[in-house]
């Protein structure tokens, strides 16, 4: 990751940076997992109950352990721009009401 110094900054998971202009809020009390891997059990399960596949691409795996992964969930709203580069973005179905319901309506 040497040459891709941005991507290394990420990996070495340094949040001083961002927390520093963060504001800070109080914690809500909720019920989590014991771990990881029971955490991502009951989100894939939760998603098929609502009838989203999942599909998901291990891209690399550091020492230290952090993993770098893609998901795509269709039906979902995503964000590529970080694997493919500045690009459109089509909006999904939530964007699209947000726009519906905000934009002035045009002139035929």
């Known amino acids: 990751m040497k040459d891709h110094p941005v991507l290394q900054a990420c990996a070495e998971l340094d949040l001083r940076p961002p927390a520093a202009s963060t504001r800070l809020v109080p914690s809500v009390e909720t ?3 014991c771990s990881p ?3 991502l059990s ?5 998603l098929a109950d609502r009838g989203f ?3 998901l691409d291990e891209a690399h ?3 230290n352990g952090i993993t770098v992964v893609h998901v795509h969930i269709p039906g979902l709203e995503r964000f590529h721009m970080i694997v493919d580069g500045p ?7 939530r964007g699209m009401a947000a726009v519906e319901l ?6 035929v």
């Open 31 to 33: 019920a989590a997992p």
């Open 87 to 93: 690009a459109a973005v089509v909006p999904g179905r």
């Open 61 to 63: 795996r550091l020492s």
């Open 42 to 46: 009951q989100l894939l399960s939760r």
């Open 37 to 39: 891997a029971e955490h």
């Open 53 to 55: 596949t999942v599909y």
């Open 102 to 107: 905000t934009a002035p309506a045009c002139p």
